[in-house]
Nanobody, 125 residues
Framework: QGQLVESGGGLAQAGGSLTLSCVVS????????VAWFRQAPGKDREFVAG????????SYADSVKGRFTISRENAKRTVYLQMNSLKPEDTALYYC??????????????????WGPGTQVTVPS
């Protein structure tokens, strides 16, 4: 089982930017998919972005396409979520997740077996 630790959350103005980081340990990155999910108060956890560590094929939720970018840095075993043009509706607890590499959809939370504790992003209206 791997361990994931997120960082980089905080308070940002609408239209501003934040970059979240997630360090992945205890997993073989070559056979891992990683993703970001988020959960706002009173709402279900939702998929934000995901990628295969090897190959870098990415996918995004429609609500963040063109604004958010997922990427990874092999040497640091870190996956990033660059968030631009932030909106109040982006306010949520953001989680990093990992699973064995799969050809299945990346947007299903139940297919991920490692999760970080989350980092809060707040964009006041």
């Amino acid at each position: 089982q791997g361990q994931l630790v997120e960082s980089g959350g905080g308070l940002a103005q609408a239209g501003g930017s934040l970059t979240l980081s997630c360090v992945v340990s205890g997993r073989s990155l070559g056979s891992t998919d990683v993703a970001w999910f988020r959960q706002a108060p009173g709402k279900d956890r939702e998929f934000v972005a995901g990628m295969a560590w090897i190959g870098g094929i990415t996918s995004y939720a429609d609500s963040v396409k063109g604004r958010f970018t997922i990427s990874r840095e092999n040497a640091k075993r870190t996956v990033y979520l660059q968030m631009n043009s932030l909106k109040p509706e982006d306010t949520a607890l953001y989680y990093c997740a990992a699973r064995p590499r799969s050809v299945g959809p990346r947007n299903t939370a139940g297919t991920y077996d490692d999760w970080g504790p989350g980092t809060q992003v707040t964009v006041p209206s």
